[in-house]
């Protein structure tokens, strides 16, 4: 797969599992899940809901709700120290200030009885001891930077007083006040209309190259994938199913979840009666089968699908991808060749 | 670039329908006005604090002074609420005495509310075992009546006006607490709590910046309603002798005198009561309406 930077990878997700302790019994949100990410890189986290993609992202960040949610295992490297055995004082100082994330609802979250460039101010003050009014300039500075007119005068407003858009692009002037080496943006387009989705995109994009971050791009939208991600990773069921570059993924998707997903987009050039959909649905979180996840639902399944689960396996041309299907145990020749087809 | 001309287009249509920054108070006042009950509470709640400020102004006569010839004189020009056993006018002892019921009454609603507020941030915030012992403690103190519960801990401190607003105060706290903590619990789960979490802020700013201002509504219709309890109690209190002491103006005290005169001079028990009355009466329908002003479903 395409590596943008030769340099050791500023973030390292090594084996990492958040389990849900719950009455019914474990819910395994992520289990074991391994990628990397270069500066300058962007990565994009493609699944279906409660695939574990937003729950992914927040154990980076040590932020899932406690209990019942706990990281059961692995390792997050930063620049090669761990955060999962950080302390919560050494962790506070990496969210925000080394690593920041986007969420999904700009409506609702941003304070709503804080002036937006207070809140941006507040991030800076928290972490570079700035005064208040050195911090106030900047806030109203990095509004400018997000393509907020009249910024000193949007600055002491209050949420209510901004559209979506508006307060997506505050949510991203707070995640980037204090220039981070990593922005996890999850779902940051999800509740916007198109045309604001594009800006919004366009905007993440050249501030990444301006500030030469590494991104993780979380999102259920391939076609947001297609337009800004460097590298995929497909989640199923809280693993990694296939990871591999975007040109890769669109133009040979290996996994047959991976082309299924691709399937089911509805295309434009073909005369479709009905979109082709995945038949059967995703395995309950709290009873895992024990071999691969997504056998029930897979065309090419084999007895041995059903007994143990199939590791992500680097291929010849650099994807990694978890099936049976590209390892020498598999015996269904000619599922195969129609898979690879 | 044409991509900022068109938001720079977009958000200039914006501005021209968004609403200047005083429409939030704007809104709540004008809400407040339509509320016929909430404004004749807020009036009469003004008039008694015009009254606790300017007592030494209006009052025609020293509320100390006893004048035994002028004694159980039935209300007249002079003497509009006419004058009690010892010859004292009771219209300036009433107006004195506001000072004294209003202040137990704030001082009380303030000290629960303080420790209200922050044993139910502190519950709602950390959850678990916190949360456990806190709200156990608030229950057993919520298990006493709160006239029973102030009793007792005057027969510990001793009476006087103090430890009455101490009492008062006392069996305010698990309220505020239980009310703080269900709000709170609320608030954190909103995602703006996370971002700012995952921004690095410490435990003390996302509970007293981001969500102490997010659920002062509940706690102000709170005061306002306890504010008339509080008053009451503490009236009732000075009635059974616990708190102020003769000759103090105060209107439990003035009523409990007034007692012994109830057939020959009811005058004498009549004003203090309705003083005491119309206070809570006040309080308790301007905390209403407070309520219906906060609402979010009240705005059209």
Request: with cysteine; net charge neutral; aromatic share 8%.
């Amino acid at each position: 797969m395409k590596m943008t930077e030769n340099n050791k990878p500023i973030l390292e997700v090594k084996g990492l599992k958040t389990h849900f302790f719950t009455k019914r019994g474990v819910s395994k949100a992520v289990d074991g899940i391994d990628f990397t990410l270069q500066k300058g890189e962007t990565l994009g986290i493609v699944g279906e809901s409660g695939c574990g993609k937003s729950m992914t992202s927040l154990s980076i960040l040590r932020l899932i709700p406690s209990p019942p949610g706990k990281i059961a295992g692995g390792q997050v490297l930063y620049k090669g120290k761990d955060l999962v055995t950080m302390s919560e004082d050494e962790m506070r100082k990496i969210r925000g200030n080394e690593i920041s994330m986007i969420f999904q609802e700009p409506m609702t979250s941003l304070n709503p009885v804080i002036p937006v460039g207070e809140q941006i101010a507040e991030a800076l003050r928290l972490h570079q001891k700035m005064g208040r009014k050195a911090a106030w300039d900047r806030a109203v500075e990095m509004l400018k930077l997000v393509g907020i007119p009249s910024p000193e005068k949007r600055a002491k407003q209050e949420p209510f007083q901004l559209s979506g858009g508006m307060r997506q692009r505050v949510m991203i002037a707070m995640a980037l006040a204090c220039k981070p080496e990593v922005l996890i943006a999850d779902e940051p387009t999800t509740a916007l209309d198109v045309t604001i989705q594009a800006q919004i995109l366009a905007l993440i994009k050249d501030l990444q190259t301006k500030l030469g971050m590494g991104v993780i791009m979380i999102t259920h939208d391939l076609g947001v994938v297609a337009e800004t991600c460097d590298n995929v990773a497909v989640m199923y069921a809280g693993n990694i199913i296939e990871y591999a570059s975007t040109e890769q993924i669109f133009s040979n998707p290996k996994h047959p979840y991976t082309q299924g997903l691709l399937d089911s987009l509805p295309k434009i050039y073909e005369d479709q009666e009905e979109l082709r959909t995945i038949e059967g649905s995703v395995p309950s979180p709290y009873n895992m089968p024990s071999g691969c996840r997504f056998a029930s639902r897979c065309p090419f399944q084999q007895p041995i699908c059903y007994q143990q689960q199939p590791e992500l396996m680097e291929q010849n041309d650099g994807v990694k991808v978890r099936c049976w299907m590209y390892t020498d145990q598999w015996t269904g020749q000619v599922e195969k060749q129609e898979a690879v087809k | 670039m044409s991509l900022e001309a068109k938001t720079e287009q977009q958000i200039v249509i914006k501005q021209s329908i968004s609403h200047p920054k005083e429409s939030k108070l704007k809104d709540f006042l004008s809400i407040l006005m339509l509320n016929k009950a909430a404004m004749v509470g807020g009036i009469i709640i003004l008039f008694y604090i015009f009254i606790a400020l300017f007592a030494p102004l209006l009052a025609p006569f020293d509320p100390y002074e006893i004048k035994l010839e002028n004694k159980l004189l039935p209300p007249s020009a002079d003497h509009w609420m006419g004058t009690d056993d010892k010859g004292r006018d009771i219209l300036s002892r009433i107006l004195y005495g506001s000072r004294l019921s209003m202040g137990v009454g704030f001082a009380a609603v303030s000290f629960g509310s303080f420790f209200g507020i922050i044993f139910g941030l502190v519950a709602g915030y950390y959850g678990k075992w916190v949360d456990s012992i806190i709200m156990r403690a608030m229950d057993v103190m919520l298990a006493f009546p709160g006239i029973l519960l102030a009793l007792a801990i005057i027969s510990a401190l001793g009476p006087g006006l103090m430890n009455v607003t101490i009492a008062v105060g006392a069996f305010s706290v698990p309220l505020f607490a239980r009310i703080v903590r269900g709000s709170t619990l609320e608030v954190k789960r909103l995602e703006y709590i996370d971002a700012i979490r995952s921004l690095g802020a410490n435990d003390m700013t996302i509970i007293f910046k981001h969500i102490f201002p997010n659920i002062l509504s509940p706690i102000i219709v709170q005061g306002t309603l306890r504010l008339a309890t509080a008053i009451l109690s503490a009236a009732g209190l000075s009635f059974l002798g616990l708190g102020a002491q003769p000759p103090s103006p105060e209107w439990g005290t003035m009523l409990s005198n007034g007692r012994d005169f109830l057939f020959s001079a009811p005058y004498i028990a009549l004003f203090p009561g309705l003083a005491i009355s119309i206070l809570v009466l006040g309080f308790n329908i301007f905390g209403d309406g407070l309520r219906d002003a906060f609402d979010p479903r009240m705005k059209k």
